[in-house]
């Protein structure tokens, strides 16, 4: 996959797809993030928005192994797709 921004969301919303089809993940990342439904489905259209839900699934290699195994992504494909959407720059801190 290309790591455009364009290639990215979509690939975001794949992952978004697959967490709200989580039944045990989904409150998860709503209790952690205060999103609601309504702004789930407002976010989908957002890439910030996006590079928090890829933020969020990143957070624990289990998640990332489920959720790539169930849409059939590589592995490294989210962090790749995360350094494209806005705010996923590498930092460097010297």
């Known amino acids: 996959m290309s790591s455009t921004q364009e290639s990215a969301e979509v690939l975001a919303l794949?992952?978004?797809g697959w967490l709200a089809g989580n039944d045990a993940l989904l409150p998860v990342f709503q209790g952690s993030t205060g999103v609601s439904e309504a702004d789930i489905r407002a976010g989908a259209g957002d890439a910030a928005f996006l590079g928090s839900v890829l933020d969020f699934v990143m957070m624990d290699d289990a998640w990332v192994v489920q959720c790539c195994d169930a849409v059939g992504l590589p592995y490294d494909s989210l962090m790749r797709a995360?350094?494209?959407?806005p705010g996923g720059?590498?930092?460097?801190?010297t």
């Open 89 to 93: 720059g590498e930092v460097n801190w």
């Open 82 to 85: 995360r350094q494209t959407l």
């Open 14 to 16: 794949q992952v978004l």
